[in-house]
Nanobody, 115 residues
Framework: QVQLVESGGGLVQPGGSLRLSCAASGNIFGLGTMGWYRQAPGKEREWVARRPLYGSSFYADSVKGRFTISRDPAKNTLYLQMNRLRPEDTAVYYC?????????WGQGTQVTVSS
């Protein structure tokens, strides 16, 4: 059973940066493509970024050029570097496989962008 635990969220001013981490209890390398998702208050959860084992990463248009997804198989960890944050990036951020598996959702980490 894989367990994914997100961390690194917090309160940041517009234009600031945060780096989120997703630690996997199992071998993240074996999970294939991994992704980051987010859910803002009153909205449905949406996909943000995904990274396959090999090849290019893909991003939602709303974060392209500002966010970078990476993975470290040696540490079984997935990252999301978020730069030039905007108030509309405020959400709970989750990691999961891509496509997502229902039984892999964790508690997420809250990101709040506000002055």
């Amino acid at each position: 059973q894989v367990q994914l635990v997100e961390s690194g969220g917090g309160l940041v001013q517009p234009g600031g940066s945060l780096r989120l981490s997703c630690a996997a209890s199992g071998n993240i390398f074996g999970l294939g493509t991994m992704g980051w998702y987010r859910q803002a208050p009153g909205k449905e959860r949406e996909w943000v970024a995904r990274r396959p084992l090999y090849g290019s990463s893909f991003y939602a248009d709303s974060v392209k050029g500002r966010f970078t997804i990476s993975r470290d198989p040696a540490k079984n960890t997935l990252y999301l570097q978020m730069n030039r944050l905007r108030p509309e990036d405020t959400a709970v951020y989750y990691c999961n496989t891509f496509p997502a598996k229902d039984n892999y959702w964790g508690q997420g980490t809250q990101v709040t962008v506000s002055s």
